[in-house]
């Protein structure tokens, strides 16, 4: 349903995305992630035809995102980074106003409403001016629209950032609801844990170029060890895998002796099993000490 070959973007001087290649399967829910300034809305933008790209192909839906725009526009929903819904609608009219103008008969329209309200827990608050909304509240009034325009592909740009943790969780129970329709969705997130908890698949990127892919599971595996063991202050005794800052990360199949050691040493440490987010600080680290 997306696919990606060569694709860069170039501003000036600057390599934004560059050399980036994927596919995405029809029905499938894939979460690009990456630290800030590793080309993800610039992506994004591409995808949607918001901005060309300086070299590569991209499809969406079968067709050419510099050749055919509007016929992607027609098969897709997206919501920005920086969104926002019109603040003197209320959120039935915003999201009955959104179908109308892509075509949805007033009937059907006036009943994809009322669900998508209903499915993101804005009933309460539908006849309300979206101005006077919480943020959450807005963010979610937006996924409403693109739930009930039921397209073919969803890209979501940060959609949880600044939720709160009920909120962020009606969202997660939205792009899972699309997926379970056969929705194609792209989403962009700083959070591992929602890419971890939602994604088939995920593609890792740090400045402009893709690191690695493949399904959150198959990532983790890539982590050197079952455990990790984290650790602030008095690290010195045991030479670290990486360091943020003052905080030594080691990546350990048997950790308690590692964490014996460093207790003793004065450490506080902390152990836990590893996870996504595990391979992300392994991966983007590793890749930052070579540079």
Known sequence: ???????????????????????????????????????????????????LPTKGRAYVAGYDVVKEPEKIRRRIAAVPQEGSPIGFLTPYEFVYSYLLLRGYPRREARRKT??????????????REIQTL??????RVLLAAVLAADVDVVFLDEPTTGLDVISRRMVWNAITSMRERGTTILLTT?????????????ILMNKGRVVD??????????????????????TDAVKPHMTIGERAIYFVDK?????GSLVRAGAKVSIRQRSLEDYVLFRIGAISEET
């Not at 694709?7 to 290649?21: E, Q, S």
């Not at 990532?219 to 202050?233: D, H, N, Q, S, T």
């Open 1 to 51: 349903m997306i696919t990606v070959e060569d694709l860069g973007k170039r501003f000036g001087d600057l390599w934004a995305i560059n050399d980036v290649t994927f596919s995405v399967e029809s029905g499938r829910v894939v979460s690009v992630l990456g630290p800030n300034g590793a080309g993800k809305t610039t992506l994004v933008r591409i995808l949607i035809t918001e901005l």
């Open 134 to 139: 919480s943020g959450g509240t807005k963010r």
């Open 190 to 202: 700083h959070y591992v844990e929602e890419a971890q908890t939602l994604s088939d698949y995920v």
């Open 255 to 259: 950790p308690d002796e590692l964490a």
């Open 114 to 127: 009322e669900e998508a309200l209903k499915e993101l827990q804005l009933i309460e608050a539908r006849n």
């Open 213 to 234: 892919m493949g399904s959150p599971e198959a990532l983790v595996e890539k982590v050197p060890g079952k455990y990790v063991v984290e650790a602030y202050g008095a």
